[in-house]
């Protein structure tokens, strides 16, 4: 199968536990999430379920919305016996049409097409864009923190799944980090050169205020 391989070679090149006193560090989390991950649950309460999910059979929810896709995000909570591994995965959904918009990760995104077609891109910091149409099986590199996008221009729903050098990658929407927090409307107009109305437009799409 081809997922395997890709988890397989995910382990190879992430990083090791900071503590290497340890054989692993399976997520407490019921206590407070750090930069470093969570803290160790006891050993003693570690069982083989901790290091087995099912999340990247279920999608992320209803495709019904103004992109047309959805995410599963799976990080060290959703999937504790990730913490400290240095990997982490997500799946995503898209619909005929369906877009993944411009956003940014922490890491680098190892992009893998499992069924459909997506025409995916990045742009890097001298404002070059690099795009391809990829197919069934094809993979991209997405380097660290450069904003991406991924457009389903297949006429059936799409399938992909991405892999990071982190267990907790983070993700950052430009759409919703500009018009979905409180960034006042009268300074979006000046970063963004968008008129009152059209601000006030995408702060109602997106759910903002001020």
Not at 104 to 129: P, Q
Not at 154 to 171: E, I, M, R
């Amino acid at each position: 199968m081809f997922l395997p391989v890709f988890f397989f070679l995910s382990i190879l090149i992430s990083p090791t536990l900071a503590n290497t006193l340890s054989d692993f560090c399976v997520a407490d989390l019921s206590l407070p999430n750090g930069p470093s991950g969570y803290p160790c649950k006891d050993p003693k309460r570690v069982t083989a379920d901790d290091f087995v999910s099912s999340a990247l059979a279920v999608p992320g929810g209803n495709t019904r919305n103004i992109y047309k896709s959805t995410i599963n995000d799976i990080n060290n909570e959703q999937f504790p016996g990730l913490n400290g591994m240095g990997i982490s995965m997500l799946r995503g959904d898209l619909e005929a049409g369906g877009v993944s918009p411009l956003h940014t990760h922490r890491v680098s995104e190892l992009l893998v097409i499992e069924e459909g077609t997506i025409f995916a891109g990045f742009i890097d910091t001298n404002n070059t864009a690099y795009y391809k149409t990829l197919n069934k099986r094809d993979m991209m590199i997405i380097p660290p923190t450069l904003l991406h996008f991924f457009i389903n221009v297949g006429s059936t729903p799409a399938l992909t799944y991405s892999f990071f050098p982190s267990d907790n990658h983070g993700v950052q929407i430009d759409g919703f980090a500009l018009f979905g927090g409180n960034l006042p409307s009268k300074l979006l107009n000046n970063i963004t050169l968008l008129d009152h109305a059209e601000v006030q437009r995408l702060k109602k799409l997106f759910g903002g205020t001020n």
